[in-house]
């Protein structure tokens, strides 16, 4: 099952597109919400995790605290299934589904336990507290940074241009000596030029670290 997924994502269509062409998909943009949107969902797996798995075991000498616990694993999987739908429909890759089940006839201390043995619920645990925070802090950093800069370097031209229409001045500050102002009108020119190549090759890269974010959840919870 697991080489089957991998070999089809290794297969990756926005891996293929052509250099200008990842602005025709749609998919680029949906990547673009889906890395922002891993810091939020990071942040709240990993406060969940710690605040109801704290609670939980300091409760244990109580049926509250077992109770508690049972549901707090049990509800792991299903809590993973929201950043599975996120990630099937921004960047198209599927995370396996991983059904848990118990015996019915087991009473919940049983059920507890065989909750602490299954292997799906560690794992998503694990996740949760070690890699879906620092995971979604780093690619939120990474890709607004990233898109920033190549907006900022290919609209710069548009600063004076609003400055001249608004005040009929532009470049009049202080520090700015002739030879500087002219630099800046030099920048501002091949500013489109520059910048427009490097937001493209930001898009692309932004649209690589969302597939290899999706491939290293997938291996994460099922190797």
């Not at 269509?13 to 990071?42: C, D, H, R, W």
């Not at 792991?76 to 099937?88: A, D, E, H, N, S």
């Amino acid at each position: 099952m697991t080489e089957k997924i991998e070999t089809r994502v290794e297969k990756h269509p926005l891996e293929e597109v052509s250099f200008f062409g990842v602005y025709a998909k749609g998919q680029t943009y949906l990547n673009i919400l889906y890395m922002i949107l891993l810091m939020p969902i990071g942040i709240v797996f990993f406060t969940y995790a710690v605040t109801v798995f704290s609670t939980a075991v300091g409760l244990l000498v109580t049926f509250v605290g077992i109770f508690i616990l049972y549901f707090f694993f049990l509800s792991l999987p299903y809590l993973m299934v929201v950043q599975g739908w996120l990630m099937k429909l921004s960047t198209g890759i599927e995370l396996p589904k991983q059904e848990i089940t118990f015996d019915e006839n087991r009473t919940l201390m049983q059920k507890s336990m065989d909750a602490l043995k299954n292997k799906v619920i560690w794992k998503t645990f694990f996740y949760f507290l070690f890699f879906a925070m620092p995971l979604g802090i780093l690619t939120f950093t990474l890709v607004v940074t990233l898109i920033s800069v190549g907006l900022s370097i290919t609209f710069a031209f548009l600063g004076p241009l609003i400055e001249w229409a608004v005040t009929g001045v532009t470049l009049t500050e202080w520090w700015i000596t002739p030879a500087v102002r002219i630099i800046l009108i030099i920048g501002c020119a091949i500013s489109p030029f520059v910048g427009f190549p490097l937001l493209t090759a930001i898009l692309h890269l932004n649209n690589r670290l969302a597939v290899w974010h999706g491939r290293l959840v997938v291996k994460i919870l099922t190797r």
